[in-house]
């Protein structure tokens, strides 16, 4: 297929809200960019509050010669000592950023599934097996579904959806925005864990440990796996309704036929990922995938195995410790499970292409998982900076002191925790029109809203899936999205005239039944306390009860 997103034509200037948003976007610099500014400005911030003795009191740590609560006190990063941590620690800064191996590891075994074919080949099957009555939600599901095969929802499903929607005498139109609605708006909503999981937990796991507050703490990338699976149920029929309710109806019959705009070449040729080998190669992966979760469960439940912690629900002597979970002893398999998305879509991966053709040698794996970490320059570079950012601010002492007297100013306000969080989700929504990296976001939010939110009692797993809804909602509709030149392409297929401001019409009631939608989820999910995964409760108390 053809690199669609260079034969994008010049859109008009847009006027209004729309046209703001355009612009201001623009004007940013890249996110790395945004990142270093960013440090200048904190060391800056640093100097000026260390000089003016900012402070907070601990919330857990005690002052051994006075027996109270220790005080915080603003650091310089331009004491001599951050200085020297600076320069020294700089490797160790940078590779001992917890997202980093999280999502180099999933994603060596993911560019192996996108590469052979077997993503695309696997939404290509689902949804063209979809009766005419049930595309929209079939649509809809694999799109969502189909955010663990990172650009294949993009370059393949879209398009295809398109194509399958006119050759069923709808407007394909209609079926691009079921598509991208599922694959962009629906980016956080899936019924499994997958790389977004372990990005932004990554992330999650350094604001915790920079803020000191609870040293134990380790990111579970299952922490949102019950939450996550709500919203695809919730999502999916949001996205069915607003497609066969709202859009295709305003677009009106398609008259085009079925192969109107069929001739250019940034068409997916439906027979790449269709027919008997295909199939073939369909059944091998879905017998990998059975072999590996079979391997798991044989290395979880089978006694003395290793991803169980039988001791751990046992004294020293041996006797039952009183109320304790099975997730405490099921605790190395929620860590296993980075590995295991990475061996899952290796041999899923591996055994589509042995079976199609794709992967002939063992050179070809190998260069499928090069090729995968090539695309991962660049994360690389962005992780870089956020990495020091982030370590910065916890040398600083700014982001637990921000979170100490935010906590308490949230607190004064008398607001509900569940109404903290919709506030976070709106806010999150807005910051995605203009900063449309999620981890660039969240590297940018953590270091204060994870705290300051454990302060309040409410969980980094809580934070995290807050954040999460509002950063997935709104995807849709700014044209600083990076796929959204690529959309409006295939979206001119059909209809030469479709322009920016067609799209993100299209794409706004979407938006706003998502962000609503997903508001009103987390906070009736924390009111009614249900827990976001497995040993992934919603509220949060600090060690020792304080």
Known sequence: MADAAT?????????GFLGWVERTGNRLPDPVFIFFYLIIALVVVSVACALLGVSAVHPTEVDDATGSNAVIAAVSLLSAENIQRLWVEMPATFTHFHPLGYVLVVMLGAGVAERSGFFAAGMAKAVKAAPKALLTPVVALVAMLGNHAADAGYVVLIPLAGILFAAAGRHPLAGIAAAFAGVSGGFSANISPGQLDALLFGITEEAVGASALDPLWTANIAGNWYFIS???????????????????????PWKGGAQAGMDDDTSPDPTEHDGALASKGLRHAGLAALGVIALWLLM???????????????????????????????????????????????????????????????????EMMAQAMKDMGYYLVLAFAAAHFVAMFGWSNLGLITAVHGAAGIESTGLPLPLVLGLM????????????????????????????LMLLGISPEGATAAYRVGDSATNIITPLMVYFPLILVFAQRWQKSFGLGSLTAM?????????????????AWFYLGIPLGPDAPVSYALPGGQ
């Open 507 to 523: 794409m706004l009631p979407y938006s706003i039944w998502l962000l609503v939608s997903g508001t009103l989820l987390i906070v």
């Open 230 to 252: 709500a919203m695809t149920l919730i999502f999916l029929p949001i996205i069915w309704y607003v497609t066969d309710k709202i859009i295709e109806p305003r677009l009106g």
């Open 7 to 15: 034969a994008t034509p010049d859109a008009p200037d847009q006027t």
């Open 425 to 452: 989700v709106i806010f999150a929504a807005v910051l995605n029109l203009f900063v449309g990296s999620a981890s660039a976001k969240w590297a940018l939010l953590a270091p204060i809203l994870v705290p300051m």
């Open 300 to 366: 979880t439940f089978a006694p003395g195995t290793p991803l169980i912690d039988e001791a751990a629900c046992l004294t020293e002597a041996g006797a039952p410790v009183a109320d304790c979970s099975i997730h405490t002893q099921l605790s190395p398999l929620y860590r296993s499970l980075v590995a295991g998305f990475f061996i899952l879509f290796l041999a899923t991966g591996w055994a589509y292409g042995r079976a199609v053709g794709t992967i002939k040698t063992h050179k070809d794996l190998v």
